[in-house]
């Protein structure tokens, strides 16, 4: 009798016999997927340390500067009063803007970004990536796409099975695609994206002032417990110093953590931003943005003021508060086109009821917009970091209106 023998599992273990044991291959199908549930369920469970360490950090400064501080160091009624509701005011909105921050789900790309089900078919049987592109090419030309990669191919995910829209990239993770994508942030345990973007922000300024409020309030009694401590007894101390109390021991750790955390954080919000008046996610700082004319740093940058409303919306009073007012559905984005997309259709416009004279045509206008778009940029879009001349021609014969625009030197 022929004995065959072959290889299986994923260990490689050898099996003779004249056919494979299947229940013995589902076995260890099953003892592999429990380890890899637990390690994954351990994972997450790691992932909110820090932001366990964060909470605690600010429980304890709380209790360090309310009731050791406030309550049990200063004298002065009044200065116990104003220290208390500036120290609430910073607090609550800090606090605010983490929970949103951590809390709000990253916004997803819609199902219409999705293949059909004939079409999803057919790329996954297919192998040459040339007939892969071809059905994506199919398929995205309903959707607002101006981003591609960097070999001018469309931007598809495999893992999540969606094009991806502009902007938009898939996070290991959290092992999805989040819409305008900035980047994971561990310290919040989630993705920094188009849908808690101004949270993040906040979260940045609240505890920015947090900590610099602690620092500056904090100096004073810092180094009147400091001195107190580098005597070598209390007994020939001045009536001005502080007496010797176990909250020295909160006020000085308090201001060393308080400047600690100000001075990193400054540097991260001075960074965000940079890019919010830039119009730039952070990987879009390191790697610009590739359009089907080429990569373009500056391709979603609208001038300095639109920028900032594309994160913060159009009413400032909103500014302020960690409530979504951004611009947009995060699926699309108005671009500053440098030349005009050669996949897009060239608007022809007629004569009839516009007055002679130069006309000023932005380069969105090769193609439609959505309603986002239209609300962003109007009428009277004039990009403040760049300036395009649009030339107006008029043809004897057809009597057409030629628009040539001219890319920015």
């Given at each position: 009798?022929?004995?065959?023998?072959?290889?299986?599992?994923?260990?490689?273990?050898?099996?003779?016999?004249?056919?494979?044991?299947?229940?013995?291959?589902?076995s260890?199908?099953?003892?592999?997927?429990?380890?890899?549930?637990?390690?994954?369920?351990?994972?997450?469970?790691?992932?909110?340390?820090?932001v366990?360490?964060?909470?605690?950090?600010?429980?304890?400064?709380?209790?360090?500067?309310?009731?050791?501080?406030c309550?049990?160091?200063?004298?002065?009624?009044?200065?116990?009063?104003?220290?208390l509701?500036?120290?609430?005011?910073?607090?609550?909105?800090?606090?605010?803007?983490?929970?949103?921050?951590?809390?709000?789900?990253?916004?997803?790309?819609?199902?219409?970004?999705?293949?059909?089900?004939?079409?999803?078919?057919?790329?996954?049987?297919?192998?040459?990536?040339?007939?892969?592109?071809?059905?994506?090419?199919?398929?995205?030309?309903?959707?607002p796409?101006?981003?591609?990669?960097?070999?001018?191919?469309?931007?598809?995910?495999?893992?999540?099975?969606?094009?991806?829209?502009?902007?938009?990239?898939?996070?290991?993770?959290?092992?999805?695609?989040?819409?305008?994508?900035?980047?994971?942030?561990?310290?919040?345990?989630?993705?920094?994206?188009?849908?808690?973007?101004?949270?993040?922000?906040?979260?940045?300024?609240?505890?920015?002032?947090?900590?610099?409020?602690?620092?500056?309030?904090?100096?004073?009694?810092?180094?009147?417990?400091?001195?107190?401590?580098?005597?070598?007894?209390?007994?020939?101390?001045?009536?001005?110093?502080?007496?010797?109390?176990?909250?020295?021991?909160?006020?000085?750790?308090?201001?060393?953590?308080?400047?600690?955390?100000?001075?990193?954080?400054?540097?991260?919000?001075?960074?965000?931003?940079?890019?919010?008046?830039?119009?730039?996610?952070?990987?879009?700082?390191?790697r610009?943005?590739?359009?089907?004319?080429?990569?373009?740093?500056?391709?979603?940058?609208?001038?300095?003021?639109?920028?900032?409303a594309?994160?913060?919306?159009?009413?400032?009073?909103?500014w302020?508060?960690?409530?979504?007012?951004?611009?947009?559905?995060?699926?699309?984005?108005?671009?500053?086109?440098?030349?005009?997309?050669?996949?897009?259709?060239?608007?022809?416009?007629?004569?009839?009821?516009?007055?002679?004279?130069?006309?000023?045509?932005?380069?969105?206008?090769?193609?439609?917009?959505?309603?986002?778009?239209?609300?962003?940029l109007?009428?009277?879009?004039?990009?403040?970091e760049?300036?395009?001349?649009?030339?107006?021609?008029?043809?004897?014969?057809?009597?057409?209106?030629?628009?040539?625009?001219?890319?920015?030197?």
């Open positions: 009798m022929q004995r065959r023998s072959f290889t299986g599992g994923a260990g490689g273990e050898r099996m003779s016999g004249s056919h494979p044991s299947l229940p013995v291959f589902c260890q199908g099953r003892r592999k997927m429990a380890p890899t549930h637990v390690l994954r369920c351990c994972q997450r469970g790691l992932a909110w340390i820090p366990i360490f964060i909470a605690l950090v600010v429980c304890w400064s709380y209790y360090a500067y309310v009731v050791e501080l309550l049990l160091t200063i004298s002065s009624t009044g200065e116990k009063i104003v220290y509701v500036v120290f609430h005011l910073s607090f609550v909105m800090f606090v605010w803007s983490y929970w949103k921050t951590i809390f709000t789900k990253p916004a997803n790309p819609s199902k219409e970004f999705c293949l059909p089900k004939s079409e999803k078919e057919q790329y996954e049987k297919e192998q040459r990536p040339e007939t892969q592109q071809e059905i994506l090419k199919k398929v995205a030309t309903s959707l796409l101006y981003t591609r990669t960097g070999a001018g191919a469309i931007r598809y995910c495999d893992r999540c099975q969606v094009i991806k829209p502009d902007r938009c990239h898939h996070c290991s993770a959290c092992d999805m695609c989040v819409l305008k994508m900035d980047h994971h942030c561990p310290w919040v345990n989630n993705c920094v994206g188009f849908s808690n973007y101004k949270f993040f922000i906040l979260f940045l300024t609240y505890s920015l002032v947090y900590c610099l409020f602690i620092a500056a309030s904090v100096l004073q009694y810092f180094i009147k417990f400091w001195t107190l401590c580098r005597r070598k007894s209390a007994e020939n101390c001045p009536k001005s110093d502080l007496p010797e109390s176990h909250a020295k021991f909160h006020v000085l750790f308090l201001f060393f953590v308080a400047a600690m955390f100000c001075i990193s954080i400054l540097s991260l919000f001075t960074y965000h931003l940079w890019l919010v008046g830039k119009n730039r996610s952070t990987i879009e700082a390191f610009a943005p590739v359009f089907r004319n080429g990569p373009d740093k500056n391709g979603f940058s609208l001038g300095f003021s639109k920028n900032i594309q994160v913060f919306g159009d009413e400032k009073k909103y302020l508060l960690p409530v979504f007012t951004s611009q947009g559905d995060g699926l699309s984005f108005p671009t500053r086109l440098v030349t005009i997309d050669p996949e897009q259709p060239t608007e022809c416009l007629q004569p009839g009821g516009l007055d002679k004279g130069a006309v000023e045509v932005s380069a969105e206008q090769t193609s439609p917009l959505s309603e986002s778009q239209n609300r962003l109007g009428n009277d879009y004039h990009s403040e760049d300036h395009k001349e649009t030339e107006v021609l008029k043809s004897d014969e057809s009597e057409a209106i030629t628009i040539s625009i001219e890319s920015e030197s």
